[in-house]
């Protein structure tokens, strides 16, 4: 049983970037039958998808941050990682690492890490 | 404002049916499967139901799910005050290349 765990600062700067890794344990990040997502949660707010890598490289992103996320693998860690730049107060919110099962039409998100909440101020 | 649109608040009474709704559009829920997701108070969101009206292992079958056109729906039935939660209705948008959520449902056990 596949399972994530969210890592990385719990505040950053505004302007700076924020970055955060996802270490799986329970199952092989190498695998082609899993895409690799990550998802936030302003406090009190709904879910924002904010996109996946599959272990071929291939990403998707949410257009709304595109310009300004990056999500890769580390294979050789068996992590992977979200870069959001130049961030605002507006990019507060608790980070969810999460996967689902690389398999056309299928777009679940399961399991999902416990989540980790960053903070932008200076 | 979310893509999917849910209603704000659900409420029942132990051992009633509640269904939560979720509405969307053709690039949508009109031609992708769509999944509910519970997050109980304070802990990471949970899949609920999966390709429409699937339920994964070890979520009880007091839930079920449904789609018709470019709306889904969300049933439980005996209602219990454990289940008092968030619920979050997803899908695939085919216009955005992206996944959407809806803007959750607070569901409260009277």
């Known amino acids: 049983q596949v399972q994530l765990q969210e890592s990385g600062p719990g505040l950053v700067k505004p302007s700076q970037t924020l970055s955060l890794t996802c270490t799986v344990s329970g199952g092989s990040i190498r695998s082609d039958n899993y895409y690799w997502s990550w998802i936030r949660q302003p406090a009190g707010k709904g879910l924002e998808w904010i996109g996946r890598i599959y272990t071929s490289g291939n990403t998707n992103y949410n257009p709304s941050l595109k310009s300004r996320v990056t999500i890769s693998v580390d294979t050789s860690k068996n992590q992977f990682s979200l870069k959001l730049r130049s961030v605002t107060a507006a990019d507060t919110a608790v980070y969810y690492c999460a996967s689902g099962v690389a398999r056309p039409r299928e777009n679940w998100l399961d399991p999902w890490g416990q989540g980790t909440l960053v903070t932008v101020s200076s | 404002q979310s893509v999917l649109t849910q209603p704000p608040s659900a409420s029942g009474t132990p051992g009633q049916r509640v269904t939560i709704s979720c509405s969307g559009s053709?690039?949508?829920?009109?031609?992708?499967?769509v999944y509910w997701y519970q997050q109980l108070p304070g802990t990471a969101p949970k899949l609920l139901i999966y390709?429409?009206?699937q339920r994964p292992s070890g979520v009880p079958d007091r839930f079920s799910g449904s789609k018709s056109g470019t709306s889904a729906s969300l049933a439980i039935s005996g209602l219990r005050s454990q289940d008092e939660a968030d619920y979050y209705c997803?899908?695939?948008?085919?216009?955005?290349?992206?996944?959407?959520f809806g803007g959750g449902t607070k569901l409260t056990v009277l």
């Open positions: 997803a899908s695939w948008d085919d216009s955005l290349s992206g996944v959407i």
């Open positions: 390709r429409n009206n």
């Open positions: 053709s690039s949508n829920i009109g031609s992708n499967y």
